[in-house]
């Protein structure tokens, strides 16, 4: 067995050096000079990072794209294959491509690198979406064509045809043609553009690669303008493949690189399959000890990027463990500003001065990673002033982290249950809050790109800005839902004790309601200054039963916030709110309002509200998080979590 291994060891070593030895050169290449990188540095790494990850970032139509870090050291990567070109031989040149590219420009921050059948670029810039670049290469034959007359119409004419057809393809962006000339030959022409160009920035930059045919190339047979946006070509033989190669990624259950067929009667089949099997040996070998090291990391960037396809207008960004480590004096004890069962929260300072709140995955959370990853996968879609913006993550050695913008006055919870902090939250400013977080949820329920219930709305999960103004967070609990859906079933129910409405607790049953259970129960706390889940009285009636028995007996002053009282001539609208909150708690789901209808009744006084009957009622827990339905077994690896195992029962109110 040893002799075997020390054998494959050997191959495995001598076939690497021989891959690398061997790439062939670019037929043209550009380094921009004026924008350089040291060793060692920030964009090096982000660099590294980015080509990494290139070749199996394949979406389709041959075209490839990644990138790392944030600015000013980010590093963008593309890279695109002929249209014509099959899968093995679009990664095997893009492979090339970024050995032999990082080999020629070893220090430009910007370079491209031409193959016959793809290219590669890299930037420090933003390269997707955008066909500003202005580092077109001419390459052409130095032998003039042997029959100019009319061969720079002919041309035109003809990648006119092709760049038409390309800007109008479609995802590929991939036209070829040929054209009959007036002295019996021919010339074949190709126009690409990469898939990310609309139609219209795709058409601009193919003409602005013909435009420069005139200044550069009018007699010559055989050329090239090409830019790592967009690309033409003519020449007066078949260099392209008649029947395009339709390019799709792997599947993720099959390797990326499909090896052809030994045949016992071709010497050439044999070589090439020969080529072809130490390569693929190669790439699979390191792509399977990448794997070994960094699995759990590579599955959880893969699932966030497959699931963030639109945030390319969003500041997003991924960050470096060392920034995090350096905004947060190395997650030091003075800068926790809370706990939850996601795990600590920091407060942090990026380089540029701004304060960030920089959630740190506890490594002993049971549920914290299925968490991370919704909460990327969400909030980075989310983007609406009464919800927490989400200014990036990072994903490195261990360590699972979510940077967001900085709270200044923390959770609400943190004011509102506090007996000096209080008095800060007159009437007005409580008001302002209620409907922050009604205008979040109806953002969340009806007006975002994906419909999305919260599943864990609650005081300690509404931040307060500088201004008081409240921001809904924490979407590690949220679910998807599909519009079309009036209400959905889940055996794993999720959530906060006292704040989650009784069908979702016993059934299963979850909806837009669900939420609107739990900001009832946000409006009544908000009003009475109570905490639902410690609330008790002398004749231990649950929270709700009491706000509903003092409004059934028209005593709420009972129940509302000395404070407010005093002095306060917002008295209609506080026992208003309390009439809307109880609407919002009542234990038929159907009755319930939408939260549209809530934001309605809070700003049109003049609507009349319904009576409410009771509301749900709960015996008290001690418990925070409920875990799963379907596993009375198995912690759920916090403190906070515990199994739901509550009963109910239908009470009247004394």
Not at 26 to 47: E, G, H, M, R, V
Not at 134 to 153: P, R
Not at 191 to 218: I, K
Not at 574 to 586: D, E, G, N, P, Y
Request: with cysteine; charged share 20%; proline share 4%.
């Amino acid at each position: 067995m040893m002799p075997k291994l020390m054998f494959l060891s050997f191959y495995f070593i001598c076939s690497l050096n021989t891959l690398i030895l061997a790439q062939p050169d670019f037929f043209s290449k550009y380094c921009d000079p004026d924008f350089n990188y040291t060793t060692n540095s920030s964009f090096q790494i982000n660099l590294n990072r980015a080509l990494a990850r290139l070749p199996a970032s394949n979406s389709g139509y041959g075209f490839l794209s990644s990138s790392s870090g944030q600015n000013p050291d980010t590093a963008n990567t593309i890279a695109l294959c002929r249209g014509d070109t099959d899968l093995v031989s679009c990664l095997t040149c893009v492979n090339n491509s970024i050995v032999k590219l990082r080999e020629i420009c070893p220090n430009q921050r910007v370079s491209s690198g031409y193959y016959d059948n793809c290219l590669l670029s890299y930037s420090n810039d933003i390269i997707l979406g955008k066909n500003n670049i202005n580092d077109f290469v001419e390459e052409y034959m130095d032998i003039n064509a042997t029959n100019v007359a009319g061969l720079l119409e002919d041309v035109l004419k003809l990648l006119g045809n092709v760049t038409t057809q390309a800007a109008s393809g479609g995802q590929l962006k991939y036209a070829s043609g040929t054209m009959g000339r007036a002295n019996g030959t021919a010339i074949y022409g190709l126009a690409q553009c990469t898939p990310d160009l609309t139609n219209e920035q795709c058409r601009d930059c193919l003409r602005d690669a013909v435009a420069r045919l005139d200044g550069c190339c009018r007699i010559k047979m055989g050329v090239r303008i090409l830019s790592p946006k967009c690309n033409i070509r003519y020449e007066d033989h078949l260099f392209y493949d008649d029947v395009n190669v339709n390019i799709s990624p792997p599947s993720q259950a099959q390797s990326p690189f499909v090896i052809p067929a030994r045949s016992n009667t071709s010497v050439t089949r044999i070589v090439t399959s020969i080529v072809m099997t130490t390569a693929a040996f190669v790439m699979i070998v390191v792509s399977i000890c990448i794997f070994i090291m960094l699995r759990r990391r590579k599955l959880l960037e893969e699932s966030i990027e497959s699931k963030i396809v639109d945030t390319s207008t969003v500041e997003f960004s991924e960050y470096d463990l060392g920034t995090v480590r350096r905004a947060t004096d190395d997650f030091s004890e003075e800068n926790k500003i809370g706990h939850g069962g996601f795990g600590p929260v920091y407060k942090g300072e990026l380089q540029d001065g701004r304060l960030v709140a920089v959630k740190r995955l506890s490594r002993d959370s049971g549920q914290g990673e299925p968490q991370f990853k919704n909460e990327v996968m969400l909030v980075a879609k989310l983007h609406h002033r009464n919800l927490v913006g989400l200014l990036g993550f990072c994903l490195e050695e261990c360590e699972r982290v979510l940077i967001y913008e900085y709270m200044p006055n923390s959770s609400l919870d943190k004011i509102l249950f506090d007996p000096d902090k209080r008095s800060l939250l007159d009437w007005d400013t409580r008001f302002n809050i209620i409907e922050g977080v009604a205008r979040g949820l109806l953002y969340l329920h009806e007006d975002s790109r994906v419909r999305i219930i919260h599943r864990d709305l609650k005081a300690s999960n509404i931040l307060l800005d500088a201004k008081m103004n409240a921001k809904i967070t924490d979407f590690g609990m949220a679910r998807l839902f599909n519009p079309d859906e009036t209400q959905g079933n889940t055996r794993r129910v999720v959530g906060t004790y006292g704040y989650m409405a009784p069908e979702y607790i016993m059934h299963g049953q979850f909806s837009v309601k669900l939420d609107v259970f739990s900001f009832g129960v946000v409006l009544l706390e908000l009003i009475t200054g109570q905490q639902n889940q410690s609330f008790q009285n002398q004749d231990n009636v649950y929270f709700l039963s009491y706000a509903w028995k003092n409004w059934r007996d028209g005593t709420l002053s009972n129940i509302i916030d000395p404070i407010l009282l005093k002095g306060s001539s917002s008295l209609n609208d506080i026992i208003r709110s309390i009439h809307i909150a109880l609407l919002c708690v009542q234990k038929n789901v159907t009755d319930r309002p939408t939260i549209s209808a809530v934001v309605l009744m809070l700003n049109s006084f003049s609507l009349t509200l319904q009576v409410p009957s009771e509301p749900a009622f709960f015996i008290p827990y001690s418990g925070d998080h409920v875990g799963a339905l379907e596993d009375t077994s198995k912690g759920s690896g916090s403190q906070d979590n515990s199994v739901n195992t509550a009963s109910f029962s239908d009470m009247t109110p004394r």
